[in-house]
């Protein structure tokens, strides 16, 4: 089902907001009033993405949303974004039997993540955090903080 509302989605006239803004919320799980998600658009499954009030992601945000995917108020999501929650074996032998399980991502309010960066499953970002464009974010990042690179570290505190 959600295969063919984001194919719909993703050939909406982008002048018509009004469409938009009425399709997304209907892919999206749980969401406030005011979100916009630019087009293209990718998930998995939708219903796991839950997102705040004033929640803004930029062309080409994937979510591969088979675990819980949950981002606060005032996030701010660059060009390219992608989130991950699917995850498989390290072992050539097991990965081949199709084992898969989830890990889901949570990221605080008033986040900013840059452009094409990836945040990978199980990582919880904390509040009032930026996320430097490219960056690969493989740890949790405590409130209040700067993050980037690959892997992403600690830059500086928010002042």
């Keep these: 089902r959600v295969k063919g509302l984001i194919q719909q989605y993703n050939n909406i006239d982008s002048t018509r907001q009004d469409l938009m803004d009425a399709a997304i919320k209907q892919i999206i799980g749980n969401h406030g009033d005011n979100i916009k998600i630019l087009q293209?658009?990718?998930?998995?499954?939708?219903?796991?993405?839950?997102?705040?009030?004033?929640?803004?992601?930029?062309?080409?945000?994937?979510?591969?949303?088979?675990?819980?995917?949950?981002?606060?108020?005032?996030?701010?999501?660059?060009?390219?974004?992608?989130?991950?929650?699917?995850?498989?074996?390290?072992?050539?032998?097991?990965?081949?039997?199709?084992?898969?399980?989830?890990?889901?991502?949570?990221?605080?309010?008033?986040?900013?993540?840059?452009?094409?960066?990836?945040?990978?499953?199980?990582?919880?970002?904390?509040?009032?955090v930026v996320i430097g464009a490219g960056s690969v974010v493989t740890k949790n990042v405590p409130d209040n903080e700067v993050w980037a690179g690959n892997p992403a570290k600690f830059i500086k505190k928010v002042q």
């Excluded at 293209?40 to 219903?47: A, I, L, S, T």
């Excluded at 949950?70 to 990965?95: K, M, Q």
């Design 40 to 128: 293209p658009f990718f998930c998995d499954y939708g219903r796991n993405i839950h997102v705040g009030e004033n929640f803004f992601a930029n062309f080409h945000f994937t979510v591969l949303d088979e675990g819980i995917v949950e981002i606060g108020d005032n996030a701010f999501i660059g060009p390219n974004v992608s989130i991950y929650t699917a995850c498989h074996p390290l072992a050539p032998n097991e990965r081949n039997t199709g084992r898969e399980w989830s890990e889901g991502v949570t990221i605080g309010n008033n986040v900013w993540i840059g452009g094409s960066a990836t945040i990978i499953p199980g990582v919880r970002i904390g509040n009032n």
